[in-house]
């Protein structure tokens, strides 16, 4: 019984600590025509990373989030995304794999899941339903 137990847990993503999420760390950029979008993440430091991110054109910044990455009470990390300095979003890790990461919460309206991934020296970032529909995505080259 216990071998079994231990087999179906290995099954399972375990969740990911901040340090193991370093490759997020920089700051990023998406550049379209006219209008452009960053994002930076600190070093993981103290169980958490801290994010921020504008989005705009010749006329400006258009809009900006300020973003966490930090344990919740269970210690599986939670994205939080306070888009426009608002209210803070939760978002509990579902599944963490080398280079990537995704978050939910079913019970936002949208999006109902983030996800970020690097792709050689791309970090991709990724919002949608939970599943997948209405998917918005960021191809970032690091700044």
Same mark, same amino acid.
């Given at each position: 019984?216990?071998?079994?137990?231990?087999?179906?847990?290995?099954?399972?993503?375990?969740?990911? *600590?901040?340090a193991d999420?370093?490759?997020?760390? @920089?700051?990023?950029?998406?550049?379209?025509? #006219?209008?452009?979008? #960053? #994002?930076?993440?600190?070093?993981?430091?103290?169980?958490?990373?801290?994010?921020?991110?504008?989005?705009?054109?010749? *006329?400006?910044?258009?809009?900006?989030?300020?973003?966490?990455? *930090?344990?919740?009470?269970?210690?599986?990390p939670v994205?939080?995304?306070?888009?426009?300095?608002?209210?803070?979003?939760?978002?509990?890790?579902?599944?963490? @794999?080398?280079?990537?990461?995704?978050?939910?919460?079913?019970?936002?309206?949208?999006?109902?899941?983030?996800?970020?991934?690097?792709?050689?020296?791309?970090?991709?970032?990724?919002?949608?339903? *939970?599943?997948?529909?209405?998917?918005?995505?960021?191809?970032?080259?690091?700044?």
């Amino acid at each position: 019984m216990r071998l079994v137990l231990i087999a179906a847990a290995a099954l399972v993503s375990a969740p990911a *600590a901040a340090a193991d999420l370093s490759w997020m760390s @920089g700051c990023w950029q998406q550049t379209q025509q #006219e209008r452009w979008t #960053e #994002e930076c993440w600190t070093v993981p430091r103290a169980g958490q990373l801290m994010g921020s991110g504008r989005t705009g054109d010749a *006329a400006g910044v258009q809009s900006f989030e300020f973003m966490r990455i *930090a344990p919740g009470e269970d210690g599986v990390p939670v994205f939080w995304g306070a888009p426009g300095g608002g209210a803070a979003v939760p978002f509990r890790q579902v599944r963490a @794999g080398d280079r990537e990461i995704v978050f939910e919460n079913p019970n936002h309206d949208f999006p109902t899941r983030v996800r970020y991934w690097r792709d050689g020296e791309t970090l991709n970032a990724e919002i949608s339903g *939970a599943d997948g529909t209405k998917p918005m995505s960021w191809r970032f080259v690091r700044m």
